[in-house]
């Protein structure tokens, strides 16, 4: 939908970043316009969701069970009162729906609008209006109403920052999971939160990311954090994608030969197993293709509306806490010395981002020697140095001062 709009969107990413406030893109189609519909899209969905005003997953369908939200269209120099209509039509599957009473006073076909959220009210941003657009870039009016919602309540963070810098202050304290996995787990153990592999953020709406600043007190090689996991929506399965491109290996360390397949996946080139990534933006894509002597053959593919969901949902707001490791006895030790705090991804970055392999995908899967299967997610996976690119300029809380 986005690819439909009159106005660049990149052009504004960088003042969302900056200000770090959530906010969600719109695009009234001409057919939509004509028939004061709009769809509400996964991005539309999260915001609502993430700022308490709207859940469509607990809405009913049918017109008796529309809700009505109270808004305000944004302008240059003031606001103009709405109202959100949010509901689910009988139609169809009940697909979401938005609409703002006299859109079409407001804004016209294809104009690019962004929705942000104070005090659970719904504020909207013509981005395609020059005099709008003017005002936001020029730190006016309308910028003022993007730090309004920045300057919300933020007793979470608050709260999550001074128990890690407790945590902290104790100083080294014993992993309770041996391996790579011990970093976020011993974190999450002293912050009394559960082992967390669902979709959903750890703390209250905050995602945690734990990795290791050292090991065994030296600087360790930069590792990518991973942003997601998500299985392919179409073609081959991943337990399939194994079975067909899978090669049979001795691990290292290891005397037994099994199917596997671990390895990275990127846009520019195949990997090892002559498997490739390719963006199609045309039908809002991403695909896993498999490349011989330059034929390329479909395996398998990523809605990326889908995947820009999953990003929103996970790292809405992020926690990277990076920890000091030490060895004692044979055992790991841990000190989180350092926190990144990020915000609000720009979501429609993540497909351009893929296509230049500043975002990766790793899969790592195996058969065990008795057959039984094994895997370790399908991983998508950044740099943390090019992390500002997606989630904007993280603020840096340094816990030894």
Not at 318 to 326: D, G, I, L, R, Y
Request: proline share 5%; with cysteine; net charge neutral.
């Amino acid at each position: 939908m986005l690819a439909m709009s009159d106005t660049n969107i990149e052009q504004f990413f960088p003042i969302f970043a900056q200000t770090g406030v959530s906010v969600a893109f719109l695009v009234p189609t001409p057919t939509g316009y004509g028939k004061s519909i709009m769809d509400a899209t996964g991005s539309v969905r999260e915001l609502l969701k993430n700022e308490n005003v709207h859940d469509y997953e607990y809405q009913r369908q049918g017109p008796e069970a529309k809700v009505m939200i109270e808004s305000f269209f944004v302008y240059p120099d003031g606001l103009r009162e709405t109202v959100a209509s949010v509901y689910r039509p009988m139609t169809k599957k009940g697909d979401p729906r938005i609409w703002f009473s006299k859109l079409t006073h407001y804004c016209n076909p294809c104009n690019l609008l962004a929705l942000i959220v104070i005090e659970h009210k719904i504020y909207v941003i013509n981005l395609s209006d020059e005099a709008i657009s003017a005002s936001l870039k020029s730190r006016g009016f309308v910028y003022n109403i993007l730090l309004e919602a920045v300057h919300k309540d933020n007793l979470i963070a608050q709260e999550l920052l001074n128990k890690i810098q407790i945590i902290h202050n104790q100083g080294f304290i014993p992993s309770i999971t041996p391996g790579d996995p011990g970093v976020g787990d011993t974190l999450e153990h002293a912050l009394g939160i559960d082992r967390n592999n669902s979709k959903s953020p750890d703390y209250k709406g905050i995602e945690l990311k734990t990795t290791r600043l050292t090991r065994n007190g030296s600087a360790r090689q930069t590792t990518r954090s991973t942003l997601f996991t998500r299985v392919p929506d179409e073609g081959l399965t991943y337990r399939q994608i194994v079975d067909a491109y899978g090669k049979v290996q001795i691990p290292r360390g290891d005397t037994v030969a099994r199917l596997q397949l671990y390895e990275t996946f990127r846009v520019s080139r195949p990997n090892a197993y002559d498997l490739v990534l390719e963006v199609d933006s045309n039908n809002d894509r991403l695909k896993m293709l498999h490349q011989e002597e330059r034929v390329r053959r479909y395996v398998s593919a990523w809605l990326l509306s889908n995947l820009r969901e999953a990003l929103l949902i996970k790292h809405h707001e992020t926690f990277w806490v990076k920890a000091v490791s030490e060895n004692r006895n044979g055992i790991e030790f841990f000190r989180y010395d350092k926190i990144l705090h990020t915000k609000t991804p720009n979501a429609s970055l993540l497909a351009p981002l893929l296509e230049v392999d500043k975002i990766t995908v790793d899969l790592a899967a195996h058969y065990k020697p008795d057959g039984k299967w094994r895997d370790h997610g399908i991983l998508f996976k950044m740099k943390p140095e090019d992390l500002p690119l997606l989630l904007g300029d993280p603020v840096e809380y340094d816990l030894t001062k």
